[in-house]
């Protein structure tokens, strides 16, 4: 065991402040990781304050992960001291289910173990994450991170760049095809970024006018001011694809009706309450509403291979540990551009 220094929310009324606590020697199949940058997903916050009503007290979030290997078990294999790793959202499931047979271990039947928030299988206790300076995991769960790219800027692809790569490959979006990807936050950063790289003709749709710009320097080809009537009546029935990356309340209605005849939106973002979708809404135009995990573990290596290959990283704002609490309101505003990446070296 080795005693590590974390920032944690111990209710979900208070900040998160700095913590300790204990990291398992590594077991023969882990490796060991000194983290050097944790981005801030928007999960971190929903969890922290138990939006989501599951949260185990206390918590440390951060599940956007990259760092040094500083010592590996016995029978690793994959890794060795002094490399470059990184660590998504997942460090454990059963392995044996057909989805995880198929890497698809995200919706592992007997429960995927959260980097945060999650139970150990073994029944070893709570999962802590990247806010803090060490981390053990399996070496199945670890991930290769390229040397080229900047650290700062891979750590979001660890949750924002799988989330929104997955579901753009599942649904073999391309060229030719229209997409809207709703919400410019670190999802949606990363959403027009790979849909663009893909050869999908990109168009944002945001409630903040203040975006428009960034948008298209991201590789957005046009942009639409959600609150304008004038900018969303002709994208009614326009597109193929949206996805879907909006944290809050808001009416799922209004974006069915911008999807073609067999259009499809992705539901990626995670509101707090459930909605409501009249199924005539879905009937007319045969539409579909679907949802979807962040991605598996071989998934995910390959969208950092593919990040790596077409020179594609997250835009972000490197931020100290202790001004995560800030950082949290500030992405309640939407202001940020487009994620915050903690530098672990000022915890
Ligand atoms: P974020 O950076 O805060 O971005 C969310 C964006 O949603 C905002 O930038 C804003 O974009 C839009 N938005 C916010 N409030 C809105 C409102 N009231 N009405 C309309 N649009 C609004 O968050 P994130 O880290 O990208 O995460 C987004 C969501 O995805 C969260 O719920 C998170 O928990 C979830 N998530 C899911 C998965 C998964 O596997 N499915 C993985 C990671 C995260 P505009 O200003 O452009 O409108
Ligand atoms: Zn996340
Ligand atoms: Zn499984």
Redesign the pocket.
């Known amino acids: 065991m080795s005693k590590t220094k974390a920032y944690a929310a111990q209710t979900a009324a208070t900040p998160l402040e700095e913590w300790s606590l204990e990291r398992r020697a590594p077991k023969p199949h882990d490796v060991q990781i000194e983290i050097l940058y944790c981005g801030?997903?928007?999960?971190?916050?929903?969890?922290a304050r138990n939006e989501?009503g599951n949260t185990i007290f206390p918590v440390v979030p951060g599940h956007e992960i990259v760092g040094r290997v500083t010592a590996v078990g016995d029978h690793v294999s994959k890794f060795k001291v002094g490399q470059l790793a990184g660590i998504g959202?997942l460090v454990d499931s059963c392995r044996e289910c057909d989805n995880c047979k198929e890497g698809l271990e995200?919706y592992c039947s007997n429960g995927m173990v959260g980097t945060y928030n999650g139970q150990e299988k073994d029944g070893s206790g709570i999962t802590y994450g990247g806010y803090s300076k060490q981390i053990v995991a399996h070496e199945d769960f670890v991930l290769h991170i390229t040397d080229k790219q900047p650290l700062e800027g891979i750590a979001p692809l660890l949750?924002?760049g799988?989330?929104t790569y997955?579901p753009l490959k599942h649904w073999k979006v391309g060229k030719g095809d229209k997409v809207g990807v709703?919400?410019?936050?670190?999802?949606?950063?990363?959403g027009v970024k790979l849909a663009a790289s893909m050869g999908a003709e990109v168009t944002?749709?945001?409630?903040?006018p203040?975006?428009e710009a960034d948008?298209k320097k991201l590789g957005a080809h046009k942009f639409v001011l959600?609150s304008d009537k004038g900018q969303t009546k002709p994208v009614k029935g326009y597109f193929d694809f949206i996805l879907n990356?909006?944290?809050?309340?808001?009416d799922y209605n209004f974006y069915l009706r911008m999807l073609s005849t067999n259009g499809v939106m992705v539901?990626?973002?995670?509101?707090p309450t459930p909605a409501k979708i009249p199924a005539f809404n879905l009937i007319g135009g045969r539409k579909s509403i679907a949802?979807?995990?962040?991605?598996g573990l071989p998934e995910t290596q390959e969208m950092l291979d593919y990040c790596a290959e077409h020179n594609i990283v997250s835009d972000v704002e490197v931020i100290k540990m202790s001004e995560i609490n800030e950082a949290y309101e500030r992405?309640?505003k939407?202001d940020?551009k487009?994620?915050f990446v903690i530098d672990m070296s000022t915890l």
């Open positions: 801030v997903c928007h999960s971190d916050l929903h969890t989501w959202c995200q949750c924002a799988i989330t997955s709703l919400g410019l936050g670190g999802l949606g950063h990363m944002m749709l945001s409630h903040s203040s975006k948008a959600t990356t909006v944290s809050a309340d808001h539901c990626v973002g995670a509101p949802g979807s995990n962040i991605g992405m309640l939407g940020v487009y994620r």
